[in-house]
């Protein structure tokens, strides 16, 4: 039987993205970790995640932000989602970090 790479697991996933609602492909993902739990592949679920979200940042789908303010910051959860509207892409991944010699505002810095 041959083994099934992280990467395609990922691409799979990616797929499955665009065409399930997000209930739908809830349903999927726990199907496959019972599947990946029932073959003792569960070490792979890290590194599908990494190949998922390469994926995606290749695609355009997933944007990576490290944002840096005098304080910490509130609502990233919603702030996420409105760069990820402006960026018009699917996803972004919102990282922070505090820097008390910042006067105001915020230091965004996108992709890698």
Not at 2 to 11: C, D, F, G, L, S
Not at 85 to 95: F, G, N
Request: glycine fraction near 4%; charged fraction near 20%; charge should be neutral.
């Amino acid at each position: 039987m041959r083994r099934v790479t992280p990467h395609q697991y990922a691409q799979a996933l990616l797929e499955l993205s665009h065409e399930l609602s997000a209930a739908d492909l809830s349903q999927v993902t726990k199907q496959l970790l019972s599947q990946l739990s029932q073959r003792r592949e569960l070490k792979l679920v890290p590194r599908i995640i990494v190949a998922l979200e390469h994926l995606a940042a290749e695609t355009g789908e997933l944007v990576t932000i490290q944002m840096t303010t005098a304080r910490p910051a509130k609502n990233t959860e919603a702030l996420a989602r409105e760069l990820a509207t402006a960026l018009h892409v699917q996803h972004v991944t919102l990282t922070t970090a505090v820097d008390p010699t910042l006067v105001g505002g915020a230091r965004l810095r996108i992709g890698d």
